[in-house]
């Protein structure tokens, strides 16, 4: 018999809670810790579409990437669509746990996947943890030789299995390469100071994008959803081999809020 409390811990042994950045909530989000589970919906966000997916699935433990509460509510009622979803999980015994920025942090969580799953081999810490130096937020990676721009635009769209990204171009070629999942820009600066050339992140802005061009800077905007979203559930797979009897399922339903048309 498993329960909700076996699973965190195998969770929490993956990625402390002491690596989430101080901004962050991390954890149970929503239920009962000796609640038995069964079946487990994997999920980026706990949207209303995944709740009603784990409702018919009958899911009792939904885990996300993103909180769903990242700062304390001053009321849960159906008047917000915070309060909907809480209210929702609730009424149908569906516990909801969320690791973040500790699961992007450490060693095999996603900052450092993805430098595989793009096809990359080594790579080196971006900004180190304040609390061990092993684990921090993304990561470098140095080419052996220089390639072209437009190579590696296909090459990460085809790893991410995506048909467009926004690209900043700075120069034609890139040697030096800094990965940051979800919202990355405000560590190109540093990535800059590196020696980088080129950035693959999520949710960059004009203004950044307007700079950095002009200083040469390369940018790859694959869009936060599409830097994340199959790589935590790579990453979940080590959670999954350690559960023989309990069902993990990805959701179907999810999708990336923006599309191009």
């Not at 993103?66 to 849960?76: A, Q, T």
């Not at 799953?117 to 080594?122: A, D, I, P, Q, R």
């Not at 994340?228 to 999708?255: A, G, H, L, R």
Request: aromatic letters at 6%.
């Amino acid at each position: 018999m498993i329960i909700v409390n076996d699973i965190i811990n195998k969770m929490e042994s993956l990625a402390p809670t002491y690596l989430k950045e101080d901004f962050d909530n991390v954890g149970l989000m929503v239920g009962d810790r000796n609640k038995i589970v069964n079946k487990v919906l994997l999920a980026l966000d706990c949207t209303l579409k995944v709740i009603e997916e784990a409702k018919k699935e009958e899911v009792d433990l939904i885990i996300t990437h993103h909180p769903l509460i990242f700062r304390k509510p001053s009321n849960i009622t159906t008047d917000t669509l915070q309060g909907k979803k809480i209210i929702e999980l609730i009424k149908n015994d569906i516990s909801l746990y969320s690791s973040h920025t500790n699961l992007d942090s450490v060693e095999n969580g996603l900052n450092h996947t993805i430098v595989s799953v793009l096809g990359f081999g080594e790579s080196t810490l971006l900004e180190k943890n304040k609390n061990i130096t092993s684990a921090g937020l993304g990561r470098i990676v140095e080419l052996d030789e220089e390639i072209k721009l437009e190579d590696l635009i296909e090459q990460v769209k085809s790893k991410l299995n995506i048909n467009n990204l926004r690209v900043v171009k700075g120069t034609d070629t890139v040697s030096k390469i800094a990965i940051i999942n979800g919202s990355g820009q405000d560590f190109i600066a540093k990535a800059m100071r590196l020696g980088v050339d080129t950035v693959i992140t999520g949710d960059t802005t004009y203004h950044f994008a307007s700079d950095y061009k002009e200083m040469g800077m390369n940018i790859l905007d694959v869009g936060h959803f599409a830097s994340e979203q199959i790589i935590f559930f790579n990453v979940m797979k080590q959670i999954e081999s350690k559960f023989n009897n309990v069902i993990f399922i990805k959701s179907s339903v999810e999708e990336d809020p923006f599309e191009f048309i």
